[in-house]
């Protein structure tokens, strides 16, 4: 086994903080999963998972300490009552049997829950509608309410104590998210008492939190304070200035900061929109101000860039959300010299829409996630080969490298062919548009570490035919050769044929990926509400094309809300000026024009195209999948024993989908339909 670079030493030195020691410097913040109480056994798990994998901290998600701060229908973690706790030993239990230390995040949201379930009004510091249920205002909290606020965070911190956490947040971070946070912002903070108007009225409330928190566990338990620093709304929020007096008002007061920028979209920046360690600019004051410990984030990758934030003195822990899903080995992995093995995250926030949904997270790198404990699926560990049989993967884009990565770690002998003069399918096509040049990280991840395995025989610019196939006498046979977008106008909004005029120019979106742009005026019509049209918006517009973007959608790219992207689009192609319209279909495509018409009462208009570049479906590349069904009879002659679509070719999908379909095939590859189907269920596990 390698040896860890020196140069990286720093990461794996221990820092105390409080009365807990932590064994290295990487920390999983506080994140959100989709799993919380409702599938406790998987969140356990996960996280178990990431302090197996090195993690020295590992932190729940949100915990709301009391049903008027009830998050449903999201699934994060709660500590109403003791009923709670099983839940929470497990994953503390889970935590430590990797001798890591296990973090809690205590919250009260205040305005931002309507509280569905309980039922109870919303608290605020002031009276103002609340955040998802405008029409019902929250209720401004008395000096009762404060009272009984502070004594739900010590009834908390008191049974997470008990539950065994070593590290308890108070949270007052992700801008209107919290009510510590609220109470902060003279924006809704109105009062007139001593908990509004100075800014040290507004810390107040924050102050005697953390205090009450110190007094009640602070002997055995370390004390985080979870802030931002900057919501990046200029002088209507909070900034540098104001933040800087804050951190001067509490400085030695927790016995850790974790620092960040606010709002969510903010802090888990899409890399379209921020680059690796970007809110160090943001961050960097809070250490200057403190002696305790600093954790921070910035979709952290690179070992050089870590151990660089702490030497400079940036930070003393390397906070992670996004980089712990993609790869919960990350730390082991530099521990052990193998720092180029590292499963780097893409920033593509396909893991926040499990919140947002309600469903537990995916990952796009990582398919092992969410199925750690209800398929028994391991990051890094997976069955050996349950014979020395070989397997074909026609097809080498995210499904099909996936693939034929999980099967060499099997031990089976693989071989890959791909078409195209490059390996990568969809994900080298969509990443020749410059916002997505992150997203390479999916091929080139596997296209290096299937480099380094004797046990898989790569192959471009070899596109295979029936014949082909049959000749290389594999066992197995998997068809990953993909989809393909429609140019037809059929997808959610148009089942029936689009009139287009014989002179009229449509470009597809796979002419557009092959790098052939279109000139002067470009509409690009939407039905497939994720990112890509606004991708190649922005691509165009920034090489100066006008670009009008349709969509019949109220909103452009707006499954894009559950990746925190969609705020960051609106002004990227605001500041480029796409015009926008949306609420129309396509009613007729004409040489240099577009008829639209209004979704809800198909009133007409114009709008002037030279070129119109349809997103609306994909269409399965499977002729030759099922031209292998057809020649089944001789399967037998030629030693096949399976045949299966995966991917796109089989169901278009996402990038993350591909990717789990692509390990799903390796993983249960030889088992029995009833093996390879099975997966766990949760059944409950405390409280109800």
């Known amino acids: 086994m390698a040896k860890r670079n020196p140069r990286f030493d720093p990461l794996f030195e221990p820092l105390q903080i409080g009365p807990k020691s932590t064994r290295n410097r990487f920390y999983q913040v506080p994140h959100c999963n989709g799993m919380g109480h409702r599938y406790p056994r998987a969140m356990a798990e996960m996280r178990g998972v990431k302090a197996e994998g090195g993690w020295g901290v590992v932190c729940t998600e949100e915990c709301s300490i009391h049903p008027s701060s009830d998050l449903s229908p999201a699934t994060l973690m709660r500590l109403w009552d003791d009923s709670d706790l099983p839940v929470h030993e497990l994953m503390v239990e889970k935590v430590h049997a990797h001798h890591s230390l296990a973090g809690i995040q205590l919250v009260h949201n205040g305005f931002e829950v309507a ?208 980089p712990s899903i993609a790869d919960p080995f990350l730390p082991n992995k530099i521990d052990e010299g193998r720092e180029d093995e590292i499963r780097e995250c893409i920033g593509c926030n396909m893991c926040t829409s499990g919140d947002y949904l309600a469903y537990p997270m995916r990952c796009t790198q990582n398919p092992t996630m969410g199925e750690e404990w209800r398929r028994g699926w391991h990051p890094v560990r997976i069955d050996k080969a349950a014979s020395k049989e070989s397997v074909l993967i026609v097809g080498a884009g995210p499904a099909g490298l996936e693939a034929a990565l999980a099967l060499s770690d099997r031990g089976y002998d693989v071989i890959l062919s791909e078409a195209r003069k490059q390996m990568g399918g969809r994900v080298i096509a969509e990443t020749s548009l410059t916002p997505l040049a992150d997203w390479r990280r999916v091929a080139d991840h596997r296209t290096y570490m299937l480099s380094q395995r004797a046990n898989v025989q790569s192959y471009t610019d070899s596109a295979l035919t029936t014949k082909d196939i049959l000749e290389t006498q594999a066992t197995h046979i998997a068809i990953a050769t993909g989809s393909k977008w429609r140019c037809d106008f059929s997808g959610l909004q148009h089942q029936q044929t689009v009139p287009v005029s014989d002179n009229a120019n449509i470009v597809s979106v796979d002419d557009v990926l092959n790098g052939n742009y279109p000139k002067g005026k470009v509409l690009i019509y939407d039905d497939d509400h994720y990112y890509l049209a606004s991708v190649i918006a922005e691509q165009l517009a920034s090489t100066g094309t006008q670009v009008t973007l349709v969509t019949p959608a109220s909103d452009i790219a707006s499954w894009t809300h559950n990746t925190l992207e969609n705020e960051h689009i609106q002004i990227r192609l605001r500041e480029l000026g796409v015009e926008i319209i949306c609420n129309k279909k396509i009613s007729r495509v004409d040489d240099k024009k577009v008829t639209l018409a209004c979704v809800y009462i198909d009133t007409k208009s114009e709008v002037a195209a030279d070129a119109v570049i349809p997103l609306t479906s994909r269409a399965p590349q499977d002729t030759l999948y099922n031209e292998l069904l057809e020649q089944q009879d001789e399967w037998n002659d030629n030693g096949i024993k399976s045949v299966t679509a995966i991917g796109d070719c089989y169901a278009p999908a996402t990038i993350a989908m591909a990717v789990y379909a692509g390990h799903e095939f390796a993983r249960t590859l030889e088992m029995t339909p009833e093996e390879a189907n099975f997966f766990r269920r949760e059944l409950g596990l405390g409280g109800e």
Not at 117 to 127: A, D, E, K, W
Not at 141 to 165: C, E, N, P
Not at 234 to 246: H, L, P, T, V
Request: net charge negative; with cysteine; aromatic share 8%.
């Open 115 to 322: 509280n569905y379930v309980t039922r109870l009004p919303s608290l605020s510091p002031s009276n103002i509608p609340t955040e998802n249920f405008p029409h019902v205002h929250a209720r401004a909290m008395s000096k009762t309410d404060i009272h009984d606020f502070r004594r739900m965070h010590v009834d908390a911190a008191l049974r997470a104590k008990k539950a065994g956490y070593d590290i308890i947040y108070a949270y007052a971070a992700h801008g209107t998210m919290t009510l510590l946070y609220q109470f902060l912002l003279s924006r809704y903070n109105m009062r007139t008492d001593e908990y509004g108007g100075s800014l040290e009225n507004r810390v107040r409330l924050l102050r005697e939190v953390l205090q009450d928190l110190k007094d009640a566990v602070g002997d055995s338990c370390a004390v985080a304070l979870r802030f931002a620093v900057d919501e990046l709304l200029g002088s209507e929020g909070m900034q540098k200035s104001e933040a800087e007096d804050i951190v001067g008002l509490l400085a030695e007061l927790p016995d850790l900061w974790d620092v960040n920028v606010a709002a969510w979209h903010n802090d888990s920046m899409p890399s379209r929109f921020g680059s690796e360690g970007g809110q160090e600019d943001y961050i960097s004051f809070v250490k200057k101000l403190t002696t305790k410990p600093v954790v921070g984030v910035g979709r952290f990758t690179s070992p050089d860039t870590m151990v660089s934030q702490i030497n400079r003195g940036v930070i003393d822990l390397i906070g992670a959300a996004r």
